[in-house]
C-alpha cells in the first residue's frame, strides 16, 4: 500500500485550538483555510465547492462563495481541539454582545423565538406575552405548546402603530398569572421605538422570572453611545437579535444571546437549538455573522457614527418637503416608547394628504425605491451600519421630492378613521391544541363563538385581533371587516379576502 503524503493531510487533521481577538473572524477565516488548500472534497455539498455546480451558479454567487460551502463537522472548523473557530467565533459575539452564551442561528431570529420558546415549555406552560410579538413567537407557542397570556403593547392613536409594552403593563400581566415561567416583549419596534428594557426586566425579576427580548430589530445598538442602549446591557435574560436586519450579516442568519442570568438553563436552550436546526447548518451564514460582529465590534462606532450623521441630514431634508415630516428622538417619552432608533428612518406623511398605500408604489415605479414598510401614515425606509447613508439618504429625498411632484394634489385627508382594536378573544385551548385540532372552514359570518385555528391581524395599527386558540368575538370580526373596508390589510389569514375563516372542530 502506498503510503501517504502526510503533508497533505495534516492540515486538515491537527489543527490548534482557535485564538484570536476582536478583530479576527476564526470561523470565516477557517473556512478560507480550508478552501485554499484544496483538499479532496469527498463529502456533502455535491456541487464540490463549486467544481460540479451549474455555471450560471457559479458565475453568479462565484467561485470563491461556492468554494466556502463547507458542511459541519469538519476537522480544523467545528472539530478538533477546543475551543474550535466555529465555538471561538461564539464566544467572540458573546463578548461583543456582553453575553453569557450565544448562539449563531441559520433559520434567522424566528429560530431565536421557536428556540426560546421550547425552552421555557421545560419550566412550565403559562408565558405572558406582548400581543402584537412577531408570527414566530406565535408559532413557538405552536411548537412548544405554551399558553400565552397576552399584553396589549401602548398604541399611537395620532400615528395609529402599536409602540412597546409598559413596565406596568407587564406588572399586571404578571399579576394576573402566577404561574407564569418568563415574559417576553418586543424591543425595537418596526417604527423604532425602544422599550424601557431596564423597568421590564426589574418587573419581570420582581417575579422570579426572564424576561425575553425580542431585539431583532436593534443587533447594533450595542455599539455606538448615542444610540439607546441593547437589551442585555439592560438586565434582559434572553435576547433575540437578527443580525441580518442592520449588522450586515447574511439574510436568514442571526443570533441568540443569553445574558448573565440564573434563571435560565444554558443546556436546555442548546438541546432545543439542535432540536430546531438543519444538522446542515450553512457555512456561508455561520461565516458571515462571524464577519458581521467582527465589523461592528471593531468598526461598528465609526460606522454608526457616519449612518447617524447622515441619516440627521436625511431627516432635515425629508421635513423640508411640504406635507412630510419624520419620527425621531421627540418620539422618546410619547407612552410606550422609552428611547428611539434612529436607524430606522419612518416618514409621516399624514400631511400631504396621501398616504403611505399610494405613496409607495409610485416610488417604486418612478425610481425603483423598495421601501421597508408602508402604511396608512408612515413609510420606513431602514439603513444598516455600514453602507454609505448619505449617498443612500440623498437617493431616497430625491424619489420623495419626485413622487410628491408627480402625484395629483389631494384635499388634506381627514384624520385617521381607524378606531383602536377591540378587546380579543379568551383563549378557550393552548395555541398547539389549535393548531392540530380537527379544523374546518367557515363563512367569516358564521365564526363568531367559534375557535380560531388562524391569526388575524387588521392594519393599522397590526395587534393581532385573533390569534390560534381563541373564541372569535363580534366586535372583533367587525372591526375587522371595518377596518378592511377603510382601505386597511389583512395579515396572517389564509383567505385574505375574509370570505371565510378556518375554525376548530369541537367535539361535542
Ligand atoms: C420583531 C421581529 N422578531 C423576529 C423576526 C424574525 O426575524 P428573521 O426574519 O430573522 O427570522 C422579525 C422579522 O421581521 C421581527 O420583526
Known sequence: MAELDQSAVRPGSAPEPARGGPEDAPYLEALREYARRNPGRFHVPGHKGGAGADPELREAFGEGALALDIPALMQGIDVGPEPTPFQRAQELAAEAWGAKRTWFLINGASQGNHVACMSLAQMGSEFVVQRNVHSSTIDGLVISGLRPTFVAPELDAELVIAHCLTPEALDRALRDTPGAVAAQAVSPTYFGAVADVAGLAEVAHSYGVPLIVDEAWGAHLAFHPDLPAHALSLGADLVISSTHKIVGSMTQSAMLHLGHTDLLDERVIDRSLTLLESTSPNSLLTGSLDAARRQ????????????????????????????????????????????????????????????????????????????????????????????????????????????????????????????????????????RDAFLATQEIVPFREAEGRIAAESLAAYPPGIPNVLPGERLTGPSLDYIQSTLAQGGSLRGASDRKLETIRVVVEKA
Open 296 to 431: 461592528a465590534a471593531v468598526h461598528g462606532e465609526e460606522l454608526l457614527g457616519e449612518t447617524l450623521e447622515a441619516l440627521a441630514a436625511t431627516r432635515a431634508a425629508i421635513r423640508a418637503i411640504p406635507g412630510l415630516d419624520v419620527l425621531d428622538d421627540s418620539m422618546a417619552g410619547r407612552p410606550g416608547v422609552f428611547a428611539y432608533d434612529p436607524l430606522r428612518l419612518a416618514i409621516d406623511v399624514r400631511g400631504t394628504g396621501r398616504t403611505g398605500y399610494e405613496i409607495a408604489p409610485q416610488m417604486l415605479r418612478l425610481d425603483d425605491i423598495n421601501l421597508e414598510l408602508f402604511a396608512e401614515n408612515v413609510m420606513v425606509a431602514v439603513f444598516g451600519l455600514g453602507e454609505n447613508a448619505s449617498r443612500e439618504g440623498a437617493k431616497l429625498v430625491a424619489a420623495l421630492h419626485h413622487v410628491m411632484d408627480e402625484l395629483p394634489a389631494a384635499e388634506d385627508r381627514e384624520a385617521s378613521m381607524f378606531a383602536p382594536p377591540p378587546p380579543w378573544g379568551p383563549l378557550a385551548m393552548a395555541p
